[in-house]
């Protein structure tokens, strides 16, 4: 059968995987970040809710004889069901599903699918795919010369994740526990991108060092990960963005220096213990100040999240946030309107909280007045002006750089509030 995969954008790591699922089975696969496809069944990925809104997926996911859509969206099916018009959902891990479903359509005898049947939305229960090692990849021509934050690749691995941060999919999606694949499995696949002209791979998903996690962290699996990733690729083209910061010390940071582009991202989210308990992310400031500290002790650069505008945010939870960064004076600072996605528990509480008290729908009165924002959206802007400010050499803001960060947080907010839109259409559905 001909197969049409679109990963609208960029390539995500599944699309590759269930491209080189489908070609193994005698299919005849394309995979393209364009929205056309001339397959007898076409897979549509799509990792963010806000895809779900776009006219142009919706006109093209219409324009489809046979269309299924996989990726994080399918946690909450009844919502894509109810805004594209396909023919299915994968709701979990697509590995032992997709090919059932392309070859012989949705039915109840497969896990981890959503579809319509008399009306009603008939569901089945998704299955963890273990072990986690798969066949090679479909790689495209052009993955060389995608650059998604410096990589022209973001690999997979390991699944789950041991957190169980409210706002995060990554526990609901992929489950507490940590399942790894095998490092020769690793290896082959990037000796075979290289081959195909890749160059800067990252290593995607929660926490980087959770790679090989047993019964506790395995810094040696890890390690030679790292060690065995960077003789292929070389250190400079490798890096491994997400870690938490209870799951470093020293030797993951030493390797992660030695190794890779000698950075990591922490999800620091907020400089207020209240809001870290809230969001249930496990940590402290004083948790997260030590890990930056031991990360620039070890020559590692550390670029730091932070979420604002979660219910329940003060002005003065707010403030802890902005001295956190004075005093972490971090290399990079990401900052975000908190984003109910549909199946998290946040999502729940978001529906729940009093609209008159959450801050993306609260006029901004401070000195950003003239800019017409929400209050989520002024913290998100002024947020991202501070982290200029606080780093070891403070950089000038420009008048670019001011518009695009302005930009950045209307958009931040009006997509949010898009969300909240829908979370209150399927409210039954969300959590
Ligand atoms: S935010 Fe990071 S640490 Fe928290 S649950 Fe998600 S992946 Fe895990």
Known sequence: ???????????????????????????????????????????????????????????FAKSCPQIYV??????????????????????????????????????????????????????????????????????????????????????????????????????????????????????????EMKRMGVSRVAVSGGTGSLFGYGKEVNKEAFITLLRSLAEILGPRNLSVPDMRVDFVDEEILEAVRRYTIGWVFFGIESGSEKMLKKMKKGTTPEKNLEAVELAHSCGVKVGGSFIVGYPGESEEDYQATLDFMDEAMLEDVFSSVAEPIPGTPLARLALDYPKGENLLYQDHLGDYRALKLSEAEARCFNLMLHGQNCKLIPKIVDDRMYSAFLEEARTQGRDVRRVMDLLEKYKDHVA
């Open 70 to 191: 996989g990726g994080p969206v399918g946690l909450v099916p009844e919502i894509v069901l109810g805004e594209l018009e396909v023919d299915a959902v994968v709701m979990g891990e697509g590995e032992e599903v997709v090919a059932r479903v392309v070859e012989k359509g949705p039915s109840a005898e497969i896990p981890g699918v959503a579809f319509h049947q008399e009306g009603k939305v008939v569901k089945t229960k998704p299955e963890p795919v273990e072990p986690l090692d798969h066949v090679m990849p479909l790689i495209p021509e052009d993955l060389k010369s995608q650059n998604v934050r410096g990589a022209n690749v973001y690999i997979e691995t390991h699944r789950g994740c041991l957190g169980g941060c409210t706002f995060c999919q990554v526990p609901r999606f992929f489950g507490r526990s940590i399942r790894s694949r095998s490092l020769e499995n690793i290896l082959d696949e990037v000796r």
């Open 1 to 59: 059968m001909k197969v049409t995969i679109v990963s609208p954008k960029i390539y995500t790591y599944g699309p590759l995987i269930l491209g080189g699922i489908l070609k193994e089975r005698g299919h005849t696969v394309t995979i393209t970040r364009d929205l056309r496809s001339d397959g007898e069944a076409t897979l549509l990925s799509l990792f963010s809710t806000s895809q779900l809104l776009d006219p142009e997926i919706r006109k």
